[in-house]
């Protein structure tokens, strides 16, 4: 699908226990980047629909400030880190489009 010019990035590389998935049916075990487009300027209907990305994540909440939502630049595209989806979800969201697998590890940078 074409339609969805920016696409959320799943990462197998690493796997750890995020908090509920946005799904509320599983555990958030994948971390996944989101196009900041997606929080700043509008979520695709689809990805609301799915409640992808929309669960509770622990990184995002603890430490000093409230939301530890961290900035992340590939290849000239910012993305938004700190978020996280379970299996089921992350093929769901591949199927349909509106995210990739990587290829790459989890930055090193966000962990």
Known sequence: MS???????IYKDIEDVYGPCGCGMN????P??????????ERPPQ????????????RRVSGFACNQVLEH???GVN?????SCCSECAEKAVECGYAV???????????
């Open 3 to 9: 339609e969805f010019v920016c696409k959320a990035i």
């Open 27 to 30: 555990l958030a075990t994948l």
């Open 32 to 41: 996944v980047l989101l196009p900041s487009d997606w929080a700043v300027v």
């Open 47 to 58: 990805v609301e629909e799915h409640e992808f990305c929309k669960g509770f994540d622990f």
């Open 73 to 75: 630049d590939i290849e």
């Open 79 to 83: 993305y938004l880190a700190n978020f």
């Open 101 to 111: 697998w990587s290829k790459k590890p989890y930055p090193m940078v966000l962990r």
